[in-house]
């Protein structure tokens, strides 16, 4: 593209917006109503999704050991334990340990629990960590059907539930992303088949005097691209305004807390403005096609 | 030669057979009459000059080169050097005078400058000089069809191609064209030009090609007129 052949595209580009400028206002601002429900949707799918991979990396399982299992028993069992595979961390919890903890978890250091309960009820247990929690329940099933193990427990249910409701957040706000783009596109579309059908005679025009194909369609190119960042800048605005007001007021929303790495939020805004110039590419280029074949 | 026509003949896609085996041969410098009543064929031939048209038998040569077996990135190149003049001047209505010729060259990328001096030169060329300003709304037909030259000209094409340019001009206003394009054939440009008006024809003393029903009735060259009508 030559700069002389650029200045005469902008030209082109902006008189087109200025002139269909109704219709121009309309697909910008529906634009970044679109962008903005998807940079919304984006954020709420990072905060969830970052929680619910922090929730699911605590997912432990407990292995407890039978009562009458002795040093040489428990050994066997770890090693049982360490020859499976997808195992990240074993930790062996003594029944004394686990006992501590009770205790501390109860919050009475004064109390002793021992000594009421006469003997130490709890048995000797390995806490189990998952390289990836997905694998989780079954593990728990191979786990279980070692000898010396008396009971597994990972929160059965709870896990699944949990896995599952992260699933749904993930999959509703793909397709709501993905309706909301094919909206905008259809819109941004729309306007420049527009503009190319105000124009049709003038692009006849230019095909009979011999402009090439990719001069007639840079102005509209320049037009949609255009429209779709324009209308992405503003809806980056808008959010990066109204998420930082949240931010500066709160950390953490439900218990769940808030994501603010900048780099995390720079990227987001970088993507939703090149999603917008994209979506200006691909709209265009359904309609681009009109009445240049002559 | 500037443009050959071997056996061509044209089929609709609606089954309309528009022209049937025409074979002619234009040179360099000619001014030529197509002529014809309406529906003869005239502004297919016409068509097939810029390829907006391909024949369906038959090859077509415009400065030796084929046009049938033409690639659809080289049209631009073959349309650079052909002007095209219209019936109904085809201007852009919102774009003035001066606008509307520059248009012909902005378009294939032209620069500034060279724009400038140009667009001056054909509007002085056509005898519009003064009414650069001007929108096409406020001509009159001769003048507008004068623009409509004036931008086929800009890009001094080898050829220009008119489909009865006169044809919604009134007599006077119509000879005034026809001077106008004779002049810039005097200059050296092909002209070859659609019409259907016998009286235009009979003053020229051209060559005129007879068109009737798709096919060639007649080729006389001027000099062999007063043999016949
Ligand atoms: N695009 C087209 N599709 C189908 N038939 C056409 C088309 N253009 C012209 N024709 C037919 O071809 C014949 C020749 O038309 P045309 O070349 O326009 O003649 P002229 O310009 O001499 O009046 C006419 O019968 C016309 O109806
Ligand atoms: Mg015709």
Redesign the pocket.
Known sequence: MQIRNAVYFFREACKSIARNHLLSIATVSTITICILILGMSVLITLNTSTFLDSLESDVEIMAYLDQDLDNAGVKDVQEKLESLAGIETITFVSREQALKDMQETLGKKDYDLESTLGKNPLPDSFEIKATDSHDVPDLAVKIEKIYGIYKVNYGKGIVEQLFSTARWVRVVSLVFIFLLALGAIFLIATTIRLAIFARRKEIYLMKLIGSTDWFIRWPFFIEGIGLGSLGSLLSIIILAAAYGSLLSRVDTILFMPLVSGTNVLINLYLSLFAAGAVLGIIGTGISINRFLDV | MLVQFYNVSKI???G?K?LDDISIKIDGGEFVFLM?P????????IKMLYREEIPSRGQIFVASRSLVRMKKKEIPALRRNIGVVFQDFKLLENKTVYENVSFAMEVVGANHREIKSRVIEVIKMVGLHGKEKSLPGELSGGEQQRVGIARALTNRPLLLIADEPTGNLDMNTAQEIMELLFDINRKGTTVIM?THAWELVKAARKRVIT?ES?KIDSDINPGEFTLCK
Do not use: E, H
């Open positions: 609709y896609a609606n309309v528009a014809g309406s529906g003869a064929g005239k502004s297919t031939m659609a068109l798709g």
